[in-house]
Every structure is written in structure tokens, then in C-alpha cells.
């Protein structure tokens, strides 16, 4: 933890100001509270327990470094989706690789977004470099059997190295576009760029979808999904976590 972390936790106490704080409703044996009694509005639910006091933990993104924010944010705001990217150079080697800030943003046009780094300060990586210069990518969703190979293809490799080829995926060419999509996935969408945004250090490919290949028997001929059938792998803490999505469960929304 880097020195900026602990200030801002020692501070996150007297913020809580403690005559608010519930120290007399503890139980010291087992850390837990004894009544109870309502928080005071200033003390957050998600709160843990430091020496008696209820505290939560506050990291001020604003003085961490980028490694730390990154850290911090990549951990806590999950699951997310990993999107498992296809492209091509100009010449047309393809190129794939995972990247988990990614989601889906609109129907209409549908579009999708993701943020490749870069591989040094001045280096994109592949995916942002191809993409760059063709425009065209595909998006694949990752099930668990291919998880193994969807990580393999994440190793920071010379540009122009066919991982695809590499880790014996098969390809079909896609319906619209110039980049093959990987059969092996679930789920495939092939996408063209409709811009990028660069914001700082961070670049945000935004990207439209054209055509969705979906495995047979996860959807009904009306396109609804088969929640038994279609399991997508989640992202969890940074760096090598994962869950699987096989329990999930219903709640209908109110009218
Ligand atoms: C599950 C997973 C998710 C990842 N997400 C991202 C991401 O969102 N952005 C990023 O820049 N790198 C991400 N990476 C790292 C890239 O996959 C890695 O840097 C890769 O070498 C990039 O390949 P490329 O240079 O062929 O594009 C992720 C890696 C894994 C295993």
C-alpha cells in the first residue's frame, strides 16, 4: 500500500467524525455490532470495522499513482465482460487478444466500446494499431473451455505474431468485414470503428456492430437467450481472477 493510501485512511476517520462513529455498539470480542441502531447518514453501508470504529476505506484517485488507480478500479468494478478481439494489420496478419474494459452501449446504432493501452508510452498495442489502420474488428465472448487460450493470447507478443494460428483456433471468414472471426466462441460480432477517444493516457475505441454470430442452442428462433446455455466468463480482481456465470438467478423488474 503506498504511503498516499494510508494518510487518506488515517483521514477517512476524523471525516466519519467520531462522536458519530458507533464505538459503543461494538462487541470488541468479535468486531461485530451488539444493538441495532441506525448509522449515522454521513458513515456509508458498506463500512468495516478499524479499532472500534466503523471506517470505511477512502482511496483519494486523485493523489495515487495510475499503476494504484488502475489496481483499485480494475478490482473493484467487476465482473466485467472480456471482449476476445480479432483484427488484421494493413497487410492482413491477424492479430487477437483479450481485453476486459469493454461493454456493449447502445441498439441503435449498436455500438460497442473497449480501451486497448498501449505497449509502451509511444507503442499501441496490436489490436489499437490494426484497428487503426483497417477499422475492422471482431468481438468475441469467452466460455469457460476457452479460457486457458483466451488468457495464452494476452502474452505481449512482436507485432505481426498469429496467435490465432499459434494456439490452433479456427477461423472462418466474417459476413461483412476484413478480419476472421474465431468458431470456437459463442459469441461473435463483428464490429467496425465509428471513432476513438483519447483522454489522457486512456484511448476508448468505440466500435459498431454489423452482424452477430451466435453457437447454435443458445438462443430460440426469436433470439432469446438460454440462460443454462450461454455461460460467459467475468473479469474479477486484477490481474488473474475470474468467475464463471452458471448461478445466476431471476428477479422480475416492478411495473
Ligand atoms: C482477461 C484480460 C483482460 C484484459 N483487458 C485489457 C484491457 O481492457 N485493456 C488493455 O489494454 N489490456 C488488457 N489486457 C492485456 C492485453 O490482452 C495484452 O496487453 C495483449 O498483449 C494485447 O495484445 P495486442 O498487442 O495483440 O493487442 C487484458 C488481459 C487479459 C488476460
Redesign the pocket.
Same mark, same amino acid.
Given at each position: 500500500m503506498t504511503k498516499a493510501m494510508t494518510v487518506r485512511k488515517k483521514e477517512a476517520v476524523i471525516f466519519l467524525n467520531t462522536s458519530q462513529c458507533l464505538t459503543e455498539n461494538h462487541d470488541p470480542s468479535t468486531h461485530g455490532p451488539v444493538k441495532q441502531s441506525p448509522p449515522p447518514a454521513k458513515i456509508p453501508v458498506a463500512a468495516f470495522m478499524i479499532h472500534d470504529t466503523i471506517c470505511p476505506m477512502i482511496f483519494d484517485m486523485d493523489s495515487l499513482s495510475p499503476g494504484d488507480r488502475y489496481r483499485i478500479l480494475?478490482s473493484l468494478v467487476t465482473p !466485467?465482460p472480456?471482449?476476445w478481439?480479432t &483484427?488484421c494489420d494493413r497487410d492482413g496478419r491477424p492479430? /487477437? +487478444?483479450?481485453? &476486459?474494459?469493454?461493454n456493449v452501449f447502445g441498439s441503435n446504432p449498436p455500438i460497442v466500446a473497449?480501451?486497448?493501452? @498501449?505497449?509502451d508510452r509511444h507503442t499501441?498495442?496490436? /489490436?489499437?494499431? @490494426?484497428i487503426r489502420e483497417t477499422g475492422d474488428f471482431v468481438v468475441h465472448m469467452?466460455d469457460e473451455p476457452l479460457s486457458q487460450i483466451?488468457?495464452a /493470447? &494476452? +502474452? &505481449? *507478443?512482436p507485432?505481426g /505474431?498469429d496467435?490465432l494460428a499459434q494456439h490452433k483456433l479456427t477461423t472462418t471468414p466474417p459476413e461483412k468485414i476484413s478480419v476472421p472471426r474465431i468458431i470456437e466462441a459463442p459469441v461473435a460480432l463483428e464490429c467496425t470503428r465509428h471513432s476513438t477517444l483519447e483522454i489522457g493516457d486512456n484511448?476508448l475505441i468505440i466500435g459498431i456492430v454489423h452482424t452477430v454470430h451466435v453457437r447454435d442452442g443458445l438462443m430460440d428462433e426469436k433470439g432469446y437467450l438460454d440462460n443454462d446455455q450461454y455461460h460467459p *466468463?467475468a !473479469?474479477m480482481a486484477s490481474?488473474?481472477w475470474?468467475a464463471r456465470t452458471a448461478d445466476q438467478f431471476e428477479i422480475p423488474r416492478p411495473h
Open positions: 480494475a !466485467r472480456i471482449a478481439i &483484427s492479430n /487477437t +487478444a483479450p481485453f &476486459s474494459f469493454f473497449f480501451a486497448p493501452g @498501449n505497449k499501441p498495442k496490436d /489490436t489499437a494499431r @490494426n469467452v483466451m488468457v /493470447t &494476452s +502474452a &505481449s *507478443l507485432h /505474431t496467435e484511448r *466468463l !473479469r490481474p488473474d475470474y
